[in-house]
């Protein structure tokens, strides 16, 4: 029997429904009956999900390897041998069939950022599956019918800070398209096979020996820098001094989906000479808005279309707070590259706050008062590394409780003095009542973030930080569905 089906019953914090008014959970022991992700209900919910009955079949093997980095070699762990992964790309509706052997010295599992997919191919271990030990292998299925730029990574202990990752594009028929190349840019910030593997600096961390000499102001005095100081910056899988280099022809429009895979870093992105027109966060399309250069937080995606002009122009990633770039070109034109230094313009040029991002009509949510509300206060500091939601650790026992068909507003706090990217499985949220439909958001020190979803995928789903370190460590808690 697996663990999942002992855990019937669970401790949960006690929410107070149906007023619409904020109302805190009070910490107490209830017992409830849980849709599970062994429930029938499961597929019930997946039988109703539109799909085009086409299936891709995928295979990873999570196994270590020596990766190029274009210069540094490093050895580190992979999904087939190289960083980031293989591409994934489906149309919506259309079935995922993926294979994961786990050819690594631990247990791992997949987990699919950004699709609302049926809760036991979430791959949270392990809570919606067991976790896949090391020679064993499972298989993911499930109809992809979140379209949008997603990505899949490990969830168990640091994995994602190491090379473990790669897209997942599930394109939209109903895209009106318009662009002439659709490129992917993933980042990442890099320290495993330097030295220094992740758990080594977990360890650090909790010992206190963390924290980034150099954190510098953004927007208001707020501080996006992060934790760990990296001996590199990655744009898929490539140091500035080697860039990856996207080819087109000048007046050409290009579609960037960029993708934040890095672990404790937020970075500043900019193409040289351009503005950038953004069309889509987290996988969900927003009403077009231009800017010089966005923030993107780990967990986060942002898709931008640009008209490019005609040279070779520098894509840049700024590491928040951490004074380095990661770096690729696009090249319409014959000349010489930007030296792997540049720091274009456009960085200090308009920066793209969330409260200008609208989502298109046929992603808002209809108004609705919440039926239930959890406030989620994140807690914790620097020095005790001791990371936590209301001013604790994560418990499995743990749950946010809520039932199907309820609206639900999650209201973060966050009472640090760190910035956090809180990320929701299986769900998208409305930020605020107008703004954008997200997986991920930034909550900087002191703010809120007002949360709305529809509860319409019903079982267990993580929510948490996506710094690696401060999830590790017990920021994060579980949405757990009411049988
Ligand atoms: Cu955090």
Redesign the pocket.
Same mark, same amino acid.
């Given at each position: 029997m697996s663990t999942i089906d002992r855990r019937t019953f669970v401790r949960a914090g006690l929410a107070l429904a149906g007023t619409g008014l904020l109302t805190a959970c009070t910490p107490g022991e209830i017992r409830a009956p849980l849709i599970l992700p062994t429930s029938p209900r499961i597929g019930e919910v997946e039988a109703r999900r539109r799909t085009t009955g086409r299936t891709h079949d995928f295979r990873f093997t999570a196994q270590a390897a020596q990766v190029d980095l274009g210069g540094p070699q490093v050895t580190t762990w992979t999904y087939d041998g190289s960083v980031p992964g293989k591409e994934i790309r489906v149309r919506a509706g259309d079935v995922i069939q993926a294979e994961l052997a786990n050819r690594l010295p631990a247990d791992t599992t997949i987990h699919w950022h950004g699709l609302a997919l049926r809760n036991d191919m979430d791959g949270a271990p392990p809570l919606t599956q067991d976790p896949v030990a090391p020679g064993d292998s499972f298989s993911y299925r499930f109809i992809a019918d979140t379209p949008g730029t997603h990505w899949l990574h490990p969830h168990s202990g640091t994995q994602l800070d190491r090379g473990l990752y790669a897209p997942v594009i599930v394109e939209d028929p109903a895209d009106p398209g318009g662009y002439d190349h659709d490129w992917t840019v993933v980042l990442d910030d890099w320290i495993d096979g330097t030295g220094t593997t992740p758990d080594e600096v977990l360890t650090r961390l909790r010992q206190g020996a963390g924290g980034m000499g150099s954190r510098h102001g953004m927007g208001g005095g707020t501080t996006l820098g992060g934790d760990v100081r990296y001996p590199y910056y990655l744009i898929n899988g490539r140091v500035p001094a080697a860039p990856v280099t996207f080819t087109a022809r000048p007046r050409q429009r290009a579609r960037i989906r960029f993708i934040n895979a890095a672990s404790d870093t937020a970075f500043r992105i900019a193409l040289g000479s351009h503005r950038m027109r953004v069309t889509h966060t987290d996988g969900f399309a927003v009403r077009p808005v231009d800017t010089d250069t966005l923030v993107i937080g780990m967990g986060e995606r942002y898709d931008v279309t640009v008209t490019l002009g005609d040279g070779i122009f520098p894509l840049i990633a700024l590491a928040e707070g951490k004074g380095a770039t990661a770096l690729a070109l696009v090249r319409t034109a014959v000349g010489t590259p930007p030296p792997a230094s540049i720091l274009p313009a456009e960085l200090d040029g308009e920066l793209l706050p969330y409260d200008r991002l609208t989502p298109v009509e046929h992603v808002r949510l209809p108004a609705k008062a919440p039926d239930v509300e959890h406030r989620l206060d994140l807690t914790g500091g620097m020095m005790s590394y001791d990371?936590g939601i209301n001013g604790l650790p994560f418990d499995h026992a743990q749950r946010l409780l809520i039932r199907e068909d309820q609206r639900v507003r999650l209201t973060i706090r966050n009472r640090t003095m %760190?910035w @956090?990217p809180l990320h929701i499985h299986g769900h998208t949220f409305q930020l605020g009542d107008t703004g954008p439909r997200k997986d991920t958001v930034i909550v900087l020190p002191g703010r809120i973030a007002t949360c709305d979803l529809a509860a319409d995928n019903p079982g267990q789903w993580m929510i948490h930080?996506h710094?690696t370190y @401060?999830h590790e460590t017990g %920021?994060a808690t579980i949405l757990g569905y009411e049988a």
């Open positions: 990371w %760190m @956090h930080c710094n @401060h %920021m």
